[in-house]
């Protein structure tokens, strides 16, 4: 079975299964060696972001891809998405859009004390959002760390 993604309330440490954990400012070189069974791609900006991005994950028991951001070699932010049962092999639907909404606040809700209500929730090690991202037209899921 897929190791789930879980994010610790007090911390903001992003848990991959029970083997893996990795907070803001975690150096990439670890993590890619930590985690490669689940990198995909790594890419390289050329600015001082480089991005992983780890499929073979599960979100609150729903597949998910989670798509980790390196400002200058250090975790600054980290972005995931779920297919739901029933999601088309297309473009997500305005109706998909706001079921992966509506799931992932609801499992943040239960895991981190995130409100259902809202867009994003702040905490002293950062934020964590989940919303409709209209110039990407998809559900926009992350958080970045304050360093």
């Not at 190791?3 to 992003?14: C, K, R, T, V, Y």
């Not at 848990?15 to 993590?31: K, R, V, Y």
């Amino acid at each position: 079975m897929e190791p789930e993604i879980l994010i610790d309330a007090q911390s903001g440490a992003i848990m991959i299964g029970e083997a893996h954990q990795l907070g803001g400012g975690a150096g990439i070189e670890e993590t890619a060696a930590a985690l490669g069974a689940f990198v995909r791609l790594r890419h390289d900006l050329g600015n001082g972001y480089e991005w992983l991005y780890l499929h073979g994950l599960r979100f609150g028991e729903h597949p998910a891809h989670l798509s980790l951001c390196f400002q200058r070699g250090r975790l600054d932010m980290a972005n995931f998405s779920i297919s739901l049962p029933g999601a088309g092999p297309d473009w997500p639907t305005g109706a998909e859009i706001d079921a992966e909404i509506v799931f992932v606040r609801e499992v943040l809700a239960s895991m981190i004390g995130f409100d259902p209500a809202e867009r994003s929730k702040v905490f002293p090690w950062g934020s964590v959002w989940s919303d409709y991202d209209p110039k990407a037209g998809i559900a926009s899921n992350g958080l970045r760390y304050t360093l």
